[in-house]
């Protein structure tokens, strides 16, 4: 798995949207017994959060340690460092294994084989995802063009997964019906434009340019969108519900 997140994981934490409740409660009502769940690449730790809401015992995994170091301490919940395709885990022990906003970052054969090894027979997989994000028909027209053209070429190709909302992703796993969510963030301009300061895409061309993209797009951005101003910021979900057997 590609680390793309440790050298800004404070950054990660405190701009990045947060999951509906819905999405742990649905994730929960998989599974008759709600024993233990295994969130991998937690990040920082949002989704098994919710987890913890439901289950015994989640074990929240992740490659890097800065981002753990950003997760909120929970009694129910064992985090770890170690990468999702290689785990110490004992075989067949989760109900339930998630993956929200990473599966495009890992080694899929790998990755599902470990998932095969460690869930339970009559376990769950669910995998989550969002890409761009909606506003309004305005802001909307500049985050494309910011985003197709002014930092596309600095994306990492494992980005076309989400592009493509999960239709080409590899899932080899009876898929099982899961409801419709998406996330919503009350924020000013702002605040979006922090969340946007977080994208590996900006962060490299950041790197590889020594100047911020955003820079100059905000200046359009506070025309149509004070900076002070808030406004409801919305994400479709992208979500594949597997069976083991």
């Known amino acids: 798995m590609k680390d793309l997140f440790s050298a800004h994981a404070a950054a990660y934490a405190s701009y990045r949207p947060t999951y509906p409740v819905a999405l742990g409660k649905a994730i929960a009502k998989l599974q008759r017994y709600r024993g233990v769940a295994w969130d991998c690449a937690t990040g920082n730790g949002q989704l ?37 395709e290689h785990t110490d885990y004992p075989d067949h022990f989760f109900d339930v294994v998630t993956v929200a906003q990473a599966i495009h970052w890992l080694d899929l054969e790998a990755f599902y ?19 761009l994000c909606s506003i309004n028909d305005a802001v909307d027209a500049w985050l494309h063009d910011f985003y197709y053209n002014s930092i596309h070429t600095y994306w990492e ?13 590899y899932f080899p796993f009876r898929e099982v019906s899961f409801p419709s969510l998406q996330m919503e963030m009350e924020w000013t301009a702002t605040q979006f434009v922090q969340y946007l300061s977080t994208w590996t895409a900006v962060q490299k061309c950041m790197t590889e340019t020594q100047a911020n993209p955003l820079d100059d797009a ?3 951005l506070w025309k149509i969108w004070p900076a002070a101003e808030k406004r409801i910021v919305c994400w479709p979900l992208f979500i594949k519900a597997g069976a083991m057997s």
């Not at 890097?64 to 460092?81: E, G, K, T």
């Not at 090894?117 to 995802?129: N, S, T, Y």
């Open 48 to 84: 098994a959060m919710q987890l913890a809401e439901h289950f015994a015992l989640v074990c929240a995994s992740d490659a890097s340690a800065a981002q753990l170091r950003q997760a909120p301490a929970n009694n129910s919940i064992h985090y770890s460092v170690q990468p999702a």
């Open 157 to 169: 190709p494992e980005r076309k997964m989400l592009e493509d909302e999960f239709q080409t992703l």
């Open 113 to 131: 084989k470990e998932v095969r090894r460690v869930a339970k027979p009559e376990g769950h997989i669910v995998v989550i995802g969002y890409g």
């Open 218 to 220: 905000a200046e359009k």
